[in-house]
C-alpha cells in the first residue's frame, strides 16, 4: 500500500513538475513575443514605389526589423490614422524625375510637427551606385528632400539600389529612359537590377536596439 501511495504521489509530484515547467516555457515565449509584437506593432515603414523595388526594399528592412513592423504605401495610407497608430517610423522612397515621391514629400510638410521625433531612419532607392562623388552627391540631394522637409536628419539613412525591367515600363517612362540611357550614357536601355535584400535587412536590423530603448522609456 505504501509503495502504491508512494508511485501515486510520485507520478502527481512528476506530472504537476512537468507540466508546471511547460507553463513556465511557454508563458515565457509568451511574454518575449508579446514584448516583440508590442515593440514591433508600434513601428511602420512608410514606402514610395514607382515598379515595386521600393515595396521589396521595405520588405527586407521589414525582415530585419521584426515581421509585426507595418508595411505602409505613401499612395493609400491615412496619414492621420498612421500618425495616431505608430509611434516609430521608417521612410522611403524611390526616385525619379524630380526626385523622390511628391506624396511622401506632402506627408513631410503637411505633419512635420507631428513627424518629429518619430522618424528614426529614411532610405531612397535609386539607380546612382554611389562609386563616385558626384553619385554620392545626387544619393545625397534625394535624402536632402526628405530631411529637409520632415526638419532633421534620423539617425538612420541609407541608400539603397533600384532595378528596371524595361518590359515592365509605361510607353512615357521607356521614351524617357531611352533618351537618357542614348544621351547621357550613351547605351541602349536595358534592364538591370541592383536591388540588396541582404543589405536591406542589415539596415533593419541595425535599428532593434534604439527602438527597444524607445519602446522601454
Known amino acids: 500500500m505504501t509503495r502504491h501511495l508512494d508511485r501515486r504521489a510520485f507520478l502527481k509530484h ?13 508563458f515565457g515565449c509568451s511574454a518575449r513575443q508579446a514584448v516583440d509584437s508590442g515593440l514591433n506593432s508600434r ?3 512608410i ?8 515595396q521589396d526594399t521595405a520588405g527586407w528592412i521589414q525582415q530585419g526589423l521584426g515581421s509585426n513592423a ?7 495610407l491615412d496619414a492621420s490614422q498612421t500618425l495616431a497608430d505608430y509611434d516609430h517610423l521608417v ?5 525619379w524625375v524630380g526626385g523622390v ?14 513627424l518629429k521625433d518619430r522618424v528614426i531612419a529614411t532610405f531612397v532607392v535609386c539607380g546612382t551606385r554611389g562609386d563616385t562623388e558626384a553619385e554620392r552627391q545626387g544619393i545625397a540631394r534625394y535624402l536632402d528632400q526628405i530631411h529637409q522637409a520632415l526638419g532633421y536628419t534620423p539617425q538612420f539613412v541609407a541608400h539603397f539600389g533600384g532595378r528596371i525591367v524595361v518590359e515592365k515600363l509605361t510607353e512615357k517612362d521607356r521614351a524617357a529612359l531611352t ?11 536595358a534592364s538591370w537590377d541592383r536591388t540588396d535584400p ?3 535587412n542589415r539596415f533593419g536590423e541595425s535599428m532593434q536596439t534604439v527602438l527597444e530603448k524607445l519602446h522601454r522609456a
Open 14 to 26: 512528476s506530472c504537476q513538475g512537468g507540466i508546471g515547467a511547460l507553463l513556465a516555457l511557454n
Open 43 to 45: 513601428t511602420a515603414i
Open 47 to 54: 514606402y514610395a514605389t514607382r515598379y515595386g523595388s521600393t
Open 70 to 76: 507595418a508595411l505602409l504605401d505613401i499612395e493609400t
Open 91 to 95: 521612410l522611403g522612397s524611390g526616385v
Open 101 to 114: 515621391h511628391r506624396q511622401l514629400k506632402a506627408l513631410l510638410t503637411k505633419h512635420s510637427q507631428a
Open 179 to 189: 533618351r537618357f540611357y542614348k544621351n547621357f550614357l550613351n547605351r541602349p536601355l
Open 198 to 200: 541582404s543589405g536591406a
